[in-house]
């Protein structure tokens, strides 16, 4: 299974928005609503800020929103703040064979 | 508190077997899927494994397929992956993760701090 294909570095001034995308195929991000994003900071664990394409769970800032178009997703943090500056992985179903697969990660920068 | 520890990371041979497992506490584990996610050093994350609430249904990354097996005791709150032939591929932080239900690989809501698997000679 290859890995979604995510940009390895995006950047944003504080107060701008930034949009990291992540595509696939058609057998994974096109094919299911089932596309996650995650927040890693250096040496912590990841963090789920946007599943099923565009839920956030409690307590993740609506700074943060997530949608799809055909077999592309894409995050977008509105607002940013020096605290967003991190690693984010998207991840999507990819059918039961062998469902789950991770993108190679973006780094954010905060400028 | 919602809580997943990791154990039984270490270093092993290549060829060698480890068995990892993951203490949860705080939910109702046997109503979620479980799964092993990993991280290379300065990599990034690498599904591996997912079970059912139940345990009767599993999944694995076709890089594992055959040698990794993961198991649950819903009555310990346990999620274990047992690894065998191991390759310095597999070196990595091995991470358990819970579902956000009971789907496999929907979205992971809460992730333990992981074990450190390192296989050398």
């Known amino acids: 299974q290859s890995a979604l294909t995510q940009p390895p570095s995006a950047s944003g001034s504080p107060g701008q928005s930034v949009t990291i995308s992540c595509t696939g195929t058609?057998?994974?991000?096109?094919?299911?609503?089932?596309v996650s994003w995650y927040q890693q900071h250096p040496g912590k664990a990841p963090k789920l800020m946007i599943y099923?394409?565009?839920k956030r769970p409690s307590g993740v800032p609506d700074r943060f929103s997530g949608s799809k178009s055909g077999n592309t997703a894409s995050l977008t943090v509105s607002g940013l703040q020096a605290e967003d500056e991190a690693d984010y992985y998207c991840?999507?179903?990819?059918?039961?064979?062998?469902?789950?697969?991770f993108g190679g990660g973006t780094k954010l920068t905060v400028l | 508190e919602v809580q997943l520890l990791e154990s039984g990371g270490g270093l092993v041979q290549p060829g060698g077997s480890l068995r990892l497992s993951c203490a949860a506490s705080?939910?109702?584990?046997?109503?979620?899927?479980m799964n092993w996610v990993r991280q290379a050093p300065g990599k990034g994350l690498d599904w591996v494994a997912c079970?059912?609430?139940?345990?009767?249904?599993?999944h694995y990354a076709a890089s594992v397929k055959g040698r990794f097996t993961i198991s649950r005791d819903n009555s310990k709150n346990t999620l274990s992956l047992q690894m065998n032939s191991l390759t310095g591929e597999d070196t990595a932080v091995y991470s358990c993760?819970?579902?956000?239900?009971?789907?496999?690989?929907?979205?992971?809501?809460?992730w333990g701090q992981g074990t450190m698997v390192t296989v050398s000679s």
């Open positions: 993760a819970k579902d956000v239900g009971d789907n496999a690989f929907n979205a992971f809501d809460i």
């Open positions: 705080g939910f109702t584990f046997s109503n979620y899927a």
């Open positions: 079970i059912s609430g139940s345990g009767g249904a599993t």
């Open positions: 058609s057998s994974d991000v096109g094919g299911y609503n089932y």
């Open positions: 099923e394409v565009s």
């Open positions: 991840s999507s179903y990819a059918g039961r064979n062998n469902p789950g697969v």
